[in-house]
């Protein structure tokens, strides 16, 4: 009898570690690589537009490129500033009265990792310049993150984070 238990446990070991077996030459096994690029250059597209359309636009635009899902979240600074896309929408529509212009550039190292042929994870640095109604400029540059998602014919980010880049601290 433990000869049979010893063999079903080499059975089922074999079948785990063999289902689990990766493609050296490709990280995102589920994405093959053809699709892979396709998917980069569509997300590139998608993530250079958004810049383009805030910039042309004002904080409106950010709108129509968060999902308008309830799994939607994003995080600025360590702390969660909008738990859903409801407080979200809500948040730009307050950003729309206060700003009066934006300039979003994204930096050079923009990073896409292709997770499936729907999910592609983003990273880039970023420089932001504000303008409020008063005339104020704020300049800010720092790191996003973010999860986009391909759904209804068109990529969104599911998922975001903004951190910004501390000054440099002052020698004594």
């Known amino acids: 009898m433990c000869f049979r238990v010893w063999i079903v446990c080499v059975a089922v070991a074999t079948s785990v570690g063999c289902g689990m077996h990766r493609n050296s030459e490709d990280d995102s096994p589920s994405v093959p690589p053809a699709r892979r690029a396709a998917v980069e250059d569509s997300v590139r597209t998608f993530v250079l537009n958004v810049a383009h359309d805030v910039t042309q636009e004002g904080p409106a635009a950010w709108s129509k490129y968060f999902a308008d899902d309830p799994a939607f979240f994003m995080a600025d600074e360590g702390h969660l500033v909008f ?90």
């Open 83 to 172: 738990p859903n896309s409801q407080s979200a929408n809500q948040a730009i529509q307050n950003l729309t009265r206060t700003i009066k212009s934006i300039d979003l550039r994204w930096g050079d190292d923009l990073r896409i990792d292709p997770l499936t042929p729907n999910l592609a994870m983003v990273a880039a640095p970023y420089t932001e310049v504000r303008i409020d109604t008063e005339g104020h400029r704020i300049t800010e540059s720092g790191y996003f993150t973010g999860l986009a998602e391909y759904r209804s014919g068109r990529w969104q980010f599911r998922d975001a984070h903004w951190s910004v880049a501390a000054a440099p601290s002052k020698v004594p």
